[in-house]
């Protein structure tokens, strides 16, 4: 049944309007974004469809547009409604940390590269440039792919520091495959970055691994001296 023969105020859109968004489920909210379903299929339906073949809204919101546009039915249209949904987020959440906030806490940089970074269905390393009194210069993606040795050159970030004039930064990178424990990759490279921003008196106050459900911090273990 389409949605517009529904019993008055059920369909998701009336439902929002009249009672507040917190009363829709996933499928629901789901389907207000996609305006529209399918042949044979409303937009609840689709969006319970899509849910289920993903496996939940995080690994529909990170899936690339292959994924997404290779179900009967979607498209480059909805692919990008999607995507310009989960990046409005991203930017909501990171109004917290937006230049000139002081890092409080060590949740509240989680929280914040939690959103820019949990989600990506590939790899990204980033850095958060901070001033001497850990105020939020800028965060700036130096990256994207394989995070190896040979990818990541510390004369990329020392460069970058001295431009933006940071006193310290934080290093993060996200694991797509959901797992956050440091590789022994991951070790080394933290140690080669150390030591380059040492040459120009820069602390490097952590290095966070993003994913699904934790974020591990190289400073909690000990491992950033």
């Known amino acids: 049944m389409a949605i517009r023969d529904w019993p008055e105020g059920e369909g998701p859109r009336e439902k929002l309007l009249q009672r507040g968004a917190a009363h829709l489920s996933d499928a629901e909210l789901l389907a207000v974004l996609l305006r529209n379903g399918v042949c ?6 689709l969006a319970r469809q899509l849910i289920s073949e993903f496996g939940g809204l995080r690994p529909l919101f990170s899936a690339t547009k292959q994924q997404v546009c290779r179900l009967q039915g979607l498209g480059p ?22 230049r000139g906030a002081v890092l409080t ?6 929280d914040y590269l939690r959103f820019q970074l949990a989600d990506r269905a590939y790899e990204v390393f980033a850095v958060l440039l901070l001033d001497s009194q850990h105020r939020v210069i800028q965060f700036v993606e130096l990256f994207r792919g394989t995070i190896d040795a040979a990818s990541v050159y510390p004369r990329e970030l020392v460069s970058l520091v001295l431009e933006k004039r940071a006193a310290a930064v934080i290093v993060c990178h996200n694991h797509p495959s959901g797992v956050a424990e ?23 106050l952590d290095h966070m691994v993003v994913g699904d459900r934790e974020i591990v911090s190289f400073a909690e273990r000990g491992w950033i001296g």
């Open 105 to 110: 806490s060590p949740d509240l940089t989680r």
């Open 40 to 45: 044979g299929h409303n937009a609840v339906d």
């Open 77 to 98: 249209v909805k692919y990008a409604q999607l995507q310009a949904s989960a990046e409005l987020a991203r930017r909501l959440a990171g109004e917290s940390l937006q």
């Open 182 to 204: 440091p590789s022994q990759a991951d070790r080394r490279i933290t140690e080669r970055l150390k030591n380059a921003l040492a040459t120009i008196d820069v602390s490097l």
